[in-house]
Every structure is written in structure tokens, then in C-alpha cells.
């Protein structure tokens, strides 16, 4: 959908050293005009580094940060095409919430009819019209962020950079605004880079996602692929969760690997199931909860099916995770399944058939 849009912000190559402390590793990646991209990993891992690398507020240390095609090696940050949202509300408390959206117009032109006109515009697009006049430190948590939002939307900057905002909010606010992140962001179509260490958050806002590790990008691509096709079990660990079980490769050709798991038996998968090179050992295959199917009475199976036992159930209203040993195994795996009125939840230690397709399966060599 956004293939075609030119580049926006390119790192080529950067390295970041803190002291000796290598904190950025090597990044190479470009992020698209208009696109809702999102920084992803644990903590220390070098998001707000790298997010600060294009609003200038960290030099780098080699390499290059290219904003809409220009190298910004010698652009201070108050002349780079960015503005900046941070996890704390960075609002002044002592100021009204228009006085707080219209800081940045302090030295426009414009005539403050114009101004007072884009702050109102700025209020309306965040959820905040008619709060113009209220003290901000009057707010709650989430207006502020609005607050921040708007005061960083009305210099219409070409890049919006977002570190954590929304993590100072409850699940309920958090979620919300979320929603409306996702809503403003294509109503401005300004590019966002949104830093997180919630992958939930990542999944749910991102055209496109970057997975760091220690200072390097391990993976970069939409929240579909990096759920379904991670390329390594780090990264499939770190979004969402994903059972693994050992694997036997038994023959690999151009484009199709046959492969012996127990619990499965014999199946084959092709080359875009299978990551990372041949190693010849420790190969084990994953599979997201959603993916294998508890048949219940009767039920005919979609693929294949293997028996199991139920070692562990935790029922949550709408779902039911079940920790299922598959026969022939040592470790049970998680099944997710979403539960059906009028049909009963399984009681521990009850045997039942399990249905699965190597289809959803990943290798992992
Ligand atoms: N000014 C600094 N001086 C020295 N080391 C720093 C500095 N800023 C960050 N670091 C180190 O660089 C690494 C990356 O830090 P960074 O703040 O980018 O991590 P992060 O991914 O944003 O983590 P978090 O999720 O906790 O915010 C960390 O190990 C951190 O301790
Ligand atoms: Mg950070």
C-alpha cells in the first residue's frame, strides 16, 4: 500500500558510541513519507537513541541520518522538519491548554486571529475543542498528551517523533488513544516513528515495524510478517507468543524442506517457512497458540491432526488458553481458542485430537 511512497528518513550505516558503550550498531533502514513506522525491542536496546538521531538531539558517531532526501549531519535540531512527543507530559502546567498549543507560534508571523484559529484547529483534531482555557494542570493524563500532541501537530513538521507517549496511561486511556493516534496520523498523513516496548502497541499502530536488539535493527517489516513470519526465535519471542518444538530436517531441496517434528510427525514446508541458514542441528519449529485447533466432539479435522492431553487450562470470558502435551513430546505447548457458547471448557487431563497445518508452521535452523 505505501510501496510507492518516496523515502522520508534514511539511516545509512549509523553507529552511536556512548563512551565506549556501543549503542547503535550498524543501522541501515528507511522509513516512508506518510508511513505510521514504530521502534520496537526491550529496554536499553537503543530506540530513544535512534529516535533522537533524527530530531538532532544525539550526534551520531558515524554514518548518516537523511531527512527527506538531505544529509543532516550539519542541521542543528531546531532546523530539522521534526517535532517530538515524549512519555512525560512535557506540557507547562502553569499555562492554559491554548497558551500550551500555541507556544511554538510565539515568534510566527501571523496574526493572532490566525493563530488563536490554528489553535483552535489543533484542539478539534485531538478530541480537546472548547478546552482552550482550562489550566493544564488541570487535566488528566491523557489530555495532556493530547495537549503535547497538538502543540507539536500545529508546526506541521514533516516527522513526528513519539517516544512512549502513551505509556504513563492506563490500559483503558492507552487504548483509546491509540485509536485516535492511528486516526490523526492519517488525517495529517505526517510520518510518525513511534517508539515502544510494548509489542501489542507496535502491532496494533504500525505500518511497518523494526525490531531492535542491542543497538540493531533485527528485523523490519509490517506487523502481519514479523507475527507470522519472525526470522528468528528472539524476534518470535518477543512478539506475541510462539511454542516451539525440536525439529529434525531430513531433506532440503530448492524450495521445499521435508521435516520431522514429534508431536506432528512428517511434513513438508516451503523455503519462506524456514529461517535462518542450515546449521544442521537445533532446528525447531513455532507456531503461534491461534494456529493449532482443539477439535471438540464430532468436530471433523481441517489438515492433520495429532492427539494431546490437557495439562493446564486458564479460562479468560472470551477465550481459553489450554496447555496441551501433544503425544510423543516432553514439553506442553499453548493452544488458544476462542470460546463457544453452549460448548464446554476441557478439564485438565482430558485427551483430545488437536488439529494443525504446516502452513502455519515457521523453521527455525
Ligand atoms: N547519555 C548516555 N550516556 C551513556 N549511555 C547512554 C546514554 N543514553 C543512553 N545510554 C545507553 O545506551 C543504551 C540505549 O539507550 P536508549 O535510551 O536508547 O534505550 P531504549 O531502547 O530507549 O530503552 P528504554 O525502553 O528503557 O527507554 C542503554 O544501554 C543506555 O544505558
Ligand atoms: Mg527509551
Request: a neutral charge; charged letters at 25%; hydrophobic letters at 40%.
Amino acid at each position: 500500500m505505501t510501496t510507492t511512497k518516496p523515502t522520508m528518513i534514511e539511516f545509512r550505516d549509523v553507529h552511536k558510541y556512548y563512551g565506549d558503550y556501543h549503542a547503535l550498531r550498524g543501522i541501515t533502514a528507511s522509513i516512508r513519507a506518510g508511513e505510521f513506522f514504530s521502534l520496537l525491542g526491550p529496554s536499553g536496546c537503543g530506540k530513544t537513541t535512534l529516535l533522537r538521531t533524527i530530531a538532532g538531539f544525539e550526534g551520531i558517531s558515524s554514518g548518516a541520518v537523511l531527512l527527506d532526501g538531505k544529509d543532516m549531519s550539519n542541521v542543528p535540531a531546531n532546523k530539522r522538519p521534526t517535532n517530538m512527543v515524549f512519555q512525560s507530559y512535557a506540557i507547562f502546567p502553569h499555562l492554559s491548554v491554548e497558551e500550551n498549543v500555541g507556544f511554538g507560534l510565539r515568534r510566527d508571523s501571523r496574526s493572532a486571529a490566525d493563530k488563536a484559529k490554528a489553535v483552535a484547529e489543533a484542539l478539534e483534531m485531538v478530541g480537546l475543542k472548547g478546552y482552550g482555557k482550562r489550566a493544564a494542570h488541570a487535566l488528566s493524563g491523557g489530555q495532556r498528551q493530547r495537549v503535547a500532541l497538538a502543540r507539536a501537530l500545529i508546526l506541521k513538521p514533516k516527522v513526528l517523533l513519539l517516544d512512549e507517549p502513551l505509556s504513563a496511561l492506563d490500559k483503558k486511556m492507552r487504548e483509546q488513544m491509540q485509536v485516535e493516534l492511528i486516526r490523526l496520523q492519517r488525517q495529517v498523513g505526517i510520518t510518525f516513528v513511534l517508539v515502544t516496548h510494548d509489542q501489542e502497541e507496535a502491532l496494533v499502530m504500525s505500518d511497518r515495524i523494526a525490531v531492535m536488539f542491542e543497538g540493531e535493527i533485527a528485523q523490519l517489516a509490517d506487523p502481519e510478517t514479523l507475527y507470522r513470519r519472525p526470522h528468528s526465535r528472539k524476534v518470535a519471542d518477543f512478539i506475541g507468543t510462539m511454542n516451539f518444538l525440536p525439529a529434525k530436517i531430513l531433506s532440503e531441496a530448492a524450495n521445499v524442506v521435508e521435516v520431522e517434528a514429534p508431536g506432528f510427525g512428517r511434513f513438508a514446508l516451503d523455503a519462506g517457512q524456514c529461517m535462518g541458514a542450515a546449521t544442521g542441528q537445533g532446528a525447531s519449529v513455532g507456531f503461534r497458540p491461534e494456529t493449532l485447533t482443539i477439535l471438540f466432539e464430532g468436530q471433523q479435522p481441517t489438515d492433520r491432526e495429532s492427539m494431546a492431553t490437557v495439562e493446564e487450562v486458564v479460562y479468560y470470558g472470551d477465550m481459553t488458553y489450554y496447555d496441551v502435551r501433544l503425544d510423543g513430546t516432553e514439553a506442553p505447548v499453548r493452544i488458544s481458542m476462542r470460546n463457544v457458547f453452549g460448548r464446554p471448557v476441557l478439564d485438565i487431563k482430558t485427551r483430545t485430537r488437536v488439529a494443525w497445518s504446516p502452513g502455519a508452521l515457521v523453521l527455525f535452523r
